[in-house]
């Protein structure tokens, strides 16, 4: 099992930043991605940015040139930092991993993070 641990949501005006982390951690395995996903009320979960072994990202087309993905390998941590934050980028973001132990590739969510961006 993988436990994933997010921090650094909360309440922006528009126009702010914030940056969100998430820390793995338990039997971990073999990363081979890592990435944020994101729910506003009444609406689907949807990806917002993703990074895979080897360090390709892929970003959702509403957050190209606002959002940056990172990873620590070390630390096995990844992080979204956002820039200017519109209020529909308004959601609970959740970390997401893929992790492959013993054979077997399992996905696993953090509990989520809020973010609210106000006008």
């Known amino acids: 099992q993988v436990q994933l641990v997010e921090s650094g949501g909360g309440l922006v005006q528009a126009g702010g930043s914030l940056r969100l982390s998430c820390v793995a951690s338990?039997?971990?395995?073999?990363?081979?991605?890592m990435g944020w996903y994101r729910q506003a009320p009444g609406k689907q979960r949807e990806l917002v940015a993703a990074?895979?072994?080897?360090?390709?990202?892929n970003y959702a087309e509403y957050v190209k040139g606002r959002f940056t993905i990172s990873r620590d390998n070390a630390k096995n941590t990844v992080y979204l930092q956002m820039n200017s934050l519109k209020p529909e980028d308004t959601a609970v973001y959740f970390c997401?991993?893929?992790?492959?132990?013993?054979?077997?590739?399992?996905?696993?969510w953090g509990q989520g993070t809020q973010v609210t961006v106000s006008s």
């Open positions: 997401w991993t893929i992790s492959t132990d013993m054979g077997w590739s399992n996905n696993y």
């Open positions: 338990g039997r971990i395995g073999i990363i081979t991605g």
């Open positions: 990074i895979i072994s080897g360090g390709s990202t």
